[in-house]
């Protein structure tokens, strides 16, 4: 089984509906990511958490929302999906510390028609 | 300014034969990580390798290293003895400091192909 499950791993949907990406991990990591990648962008960071009680917004949060439920599960969410959030998602887990490497799961590809 | 660049969007190399893809980075942090990564057709991304900042030799995973020069605040993985698989995107990144500026930031990414 993989370490970082993301679900679903594809969606097509329309605007303005609401969309929840979810992802749990058997890592047993505190830190927790969520990224999205665009053809020429590489990844960008939504929001981060690195524990149950602490949510952080990176560099692209607006029309996003995150919930931590445990340490074990982050879930990120379109309150009202637009087409231009069409992209690739990835969630990642990591080890404190600055050399610990990101894991990521396998992603979700998100179309918003 | 960019924080990650890497500036060969496309690369071919022959199988068997090693290859660089470049990466230079830019930071005032005196503590940092840096990491490869590659992105196969399928869409995931796989770790391959990192470097810290105070790692004085150069980081080295089965056929993976990475040539790291700190004055010229380069990164360059280097594959020796290319392989089909390794037809795929890589992209660098770095982790800057601790605490909340740990965030990874990264490049565009090489798109490598392999040929016969």
């Known amino acids: 089984d993989a370490d970082v499950t993301q679900t679903p791993r594809n969606r097509i949907t329309k605007t303005g509906k609401r969309i929840m990406l979810e992802c749990s991990q058997t890592?047993?990591?505190?830190?927790m990511y969520w990224y999205r990648q665009d053809p020429g962008l590489g990844l960008r960071l939504i929001y981060y958490s690195f524990d149950v009680k602490d949510i952080n917004k990176g560099e692209i949060s607006d029309g996003y929302s995150v919930s931590r439920q445990a340490q074990a599960k982050f879930s990120l969410s379109l309150e009202s999906a637009i087409p231009n959030q069409t992209a690739l998602y990835f969630c990642a887990t990591s080890e404190t510390g600055y050399i610990q490497p990101q894991h990521f799961g396998d992603g979700t590809r998100l179309s918003i028609l | 300014a960019q924080k990650i660049t890497q500036t060969q969007p496309g690369m071919f190399v022959q199988e068997k034969e090693a290859v660089t893809l470049d990466c230079t980075y830019d930071?005032?942090?005196?503590?940092?990580?840096l990491f490869w990564y590659k992105q196969p057709s399928s869409g995931e991304m796989i770790f391959l390798i990192y470097?810290?900042?105070?790692?004085?030799q150069n980081a080295t995973e089965g056929r993976y290293s990475l040539n790291f020069q700190k004055a010229r605040k380069s990164a360059n993985l280097v594959i020796s003895a290319s392989q089909l698989g390794d037809s795929a995107m890589y992209f660098c990144?770095?982790?800057?400091?601790?605490?909340?500026?740990?965030?990874?930031?990264f490049g565009t990414g090489t798109r490598l192909q392999v040929t016969l």
């Open positions: 930071t005032s942090d005196q503590s940092y990580g």
């Open positions: 890592k047993g990591h505190d830190r």
């Open positions: 990144a770095m982790r800057e400091g601790g605490g909340t500026a740990s965030k990874l930031t």
């Open positions: 470097q810290g900042s105070y790692d004085e």
